[in-house]
């Protein structure tokens, strides 16, 4: 399985963005995904998470109220859709499948498939 997110850019603060995350191989639709930002000099941080149906997800506080993460299985593609951007959003996002779970929304190990990242950058 591989990933591919795109949709990072630059923004002023108070705008938007919104994320793809579009997998390849078979397991897309079975399992639950996620997406982690990394800013310069911190630790990778979790963001939000989704079941393999959608019906379950899980948004980390910081960013809660802003951003939405979906997903359509038809197209293998996961989605975070960001609003109200703030200069502390400026990371590295990544998106990650995870290789066993399909109802968790929040756990995500190093094991599981991750992509190469797309680069937020929010302007004050």
């Known amino acids: 399985v591989q990933l591919q997110a795109s949709g990072g850019g630059s923004v002023q603060a108070g705008g938007s963005l919104r994320l793809s995350c579009e997998a390849s191989?078979?397991?897309?639709?079975?399992?639950?995904m996620g997406w982690f930002r990394q800013a310069p000099g911190k630790e990778r941080e979790f963001v939000a998470g989704i079941s393999w149906s959608g019906a379950i997800t899980s948004i980390a506080p910081s960013v809660k109220d802003r951003f939405t993460i979906s997903r359509d299985n038809a197209k293998k593609t996961g989605f975070l859709a960001m609003h109200s951007l703030k200069p502390e959003d400026t990371a590295v996002y990544f998106c990650?499948?995870?290789?066993?779970?399909?109802?968790?929304?929040?756990?995500?190990?190093?094991?599981?498939?991750w992509g190469q990242g797309t680069q937020v950058t929010v302007s004050s």
């Open positions: 990650v499948l995870s290789r066993n779970g399909r109802n968790n929304a929040r756990l995500f190990s190093g094991s599981d498939y």
């Open positions: 191989g078979r397991t897309f639709s079975d399992h639950s």
